[in-house]
């Protein structure tokens, strides 16, 4: 079974500071990845995925990250943070294959605060 | 479109008491997801749908059920609520096809206490 680890559970970074939120993974067969982000009160929207088709990932707001295989990392990158992108951030994880049916496994999320 | 709706926002039970989530989702999307937010938890899936009339247990089904009777809906129903399944529930939609990354739309949320 695949499984999300996020490294650190709380980030703070001040405006205009590079952030880094940090995902390892574990999966058996090549795998989809996928950042999400939470704002207060709201659902999950899709900031990124990676598709195999290349290894540095742009996706919304200025995000991008980095799918490293032999680290097996998914690192989620933004070379300066703005005060709208404190949010909680999960990672997320799905199998190619077609065994677990487009179930994704999700990390336990990092809190990004982002001080003035 | 609206993407995948939730109805009720919110809800306050008391123990032992049962209700249904309603999820709806307007994509023509074959699979689709219940979903329980915890902090410090990330998500934990609960049941899923791979399409109509039919369901199955994820991570944490003890306690939930639920039915896809239409394509469009999917049902979370709690028989008799414990202080336990106090959560927030998000339900989420996908297209089909295992070999396409094809990602997961999910609702606003369901704020669930259960007194």
């Known amino acids: 079974a695949q499984s999300v680890t996020q490294l650190g559970s709380h980030v703070s970074v001040s405006e205009g500071a590079l952030v880094l939120l940090r995902c390892n993974y574990s999966s058996s067969v090549p795998p989809y990845l996928f950042w999400y982000v939470q704002y207060p009160n709201q659902g999950l929207q899709l900031l990124l995925k990676?598709?195999?088709?290349?290894?540095l990932v742009k996706g919304i707001n200025g995000f991008e990250a980095e799918f490293k295989k032999s680290e097996t990392s998914f690192h989620l990158t933004k070379p300066s943070a703005h005060m709208s992108d404190a949010a909680e951030y999960f990672c997320a994880v799905r199998d190619a294959g077609g065994s677990t049916l487009g179930r994704l496994y999700f990390g336990r999320g990092t809190q990004l605060t982002v001080w003035p | 479109n609206a993407g995948v709706t939730q109805t009720p926002k919110f809800r306050v039970l008391k123990t032992g008491q049962s209700m249904t989530l309603l999820c709806a989702q307007d994509m023509n999307h074959e699979y689709m997801y219940w979903y329980r937010q915890d902090p410090g938890m990330g998500l934990r899936l609960i049941h899923y749908?791979?399409?109509?009339?039919?369901?199955a247990k994820g991570e944490v089904p003890d306690g939930y059920n639920v039915s896809r009777l239409k394509k469009q809906n999917f049902l979370l129903g709690l028989e008799s609520a414990a202080p336990s399944q106090t959560s927030v529930y998000f339900c989420?939609?996908?297209?089909?096809?295992?070999?396409?990354?094809?990602?997961?739309?999910f609702g606003p949320g369901t704020r669930l206490t259960v007194l």
């Open positions: 990676y598709t195999s088709a290349a290894t």
């Open positions: 749908s791979v399409g109509e009339g039919t369901t």
């Open positions: 989420a939609s996908s297209y089909s096809g295992t070999a396409y990354p094809n990602e997961q739309f």
